[in-house]
C-alpha cells in the first residue's frame, strides 16, 4: 500500500495523490472549472470529473459553499457557549440537539469529553441578539450551566482539512 493512500472508513476506496490533490484545489476554490481543477491535478477534464463525482457519492466531498465574511453581512460576534446539564439521557440530548439545531446562531455543534458536555460556536450581530440567543436556549431544556465566551479577535480560521502527511 502506498503512503500517499489512505483508506476511507465506509468502504475500500482509497484516495491517491490526484484525489488528495483535487480536494485541496476545490478547497481553495470550488468555483473553478472542470478544466481548471484538471490542469491543476494533471488531468484532462473528463477524468478529473468522475473523481471528483465519485469524491461526491463517497460522501468524502459533502457540498461546495461559498465562504461569506461575518463581519460585512452584520454578524460581527462570535461567541463560544459551553454547556453543562444535569440530565445525560438519550431522550434529553436529542431535545436538546433539535432544538439547538433549529437555531440559525449555530454555527457549529459538538459534544465534548472533560469538563463540558457540550460547546457551540454562535455568530450574532450584537449583544442584544446574543441575548435573545441566550434566553431561546437556556428555555430549550434544562440545563446545569451555560459559559459564554466572546471573541475580541479572529487570528486564524481555516476551511480547508489537512490530509495526513504523505
Not at 28 to 34: F, I, K, M, N, P
Not at 123 to 142: C, N, T
Amino acid at each position: 500500500m502506498s503512503e500517499l493512500a489512505i483508506q476511507l472508513h465506509d468502504n475500500n476506496r482509497r484516495l491517491d495523490a490526484i484525489d488528495r490533490k483535487i480536494l485541496t484545489v476545490l478547497q481553495e476554490d470550488a468555483s473553478l472549472s472542470v478544466a481548471e481543477i484538471g490542469d491543476r491535478v494533471g488531468l484532462s477534464s473528463t477524468p478529473c470529473w468522475k473523481r471528483i463525482q465519485r469524491l461526491e457519492a463517497d460522501g468524502v466531498i459533502l457540498r461546495r459553499v461559498a465562504l461569506v465574511d461575518q463581519n460585512k453581512i452584520g454578524l460581527g460576534i462570535s461567541v463560544f457557549v459551553s454547556v453543562e446539564s444535569a440530565d445525560h439521557s438519550e431522550a434529553w440530548l436529542r431535545k436538546f440537539a433539535d432544538a439547538v439545531s433549529a437555531m440559525p446562531e449555530v454555527m457549529e455543534f459538538y459534544r465534548m469529553a472533560g469538563d463540558v458536555d457540550y460547546m457551540l460556536r454562535v455568530v450574532v450581530a450584537d449583544m442584544q441578539a446574543y441575548d435573545v440567543f441566550y434566553k431561546k436556549l437556556i428555555s430549550a431544556v434544562p440545563l446545569k450551566n451555560v459559559t459564554s465566551r466572546f471573541a475580541m479577535e479572529k487570528i486564524m480560521s481555516v476551511t480547508a482539512l489537512r490530509g495526513p502527511a504523505g
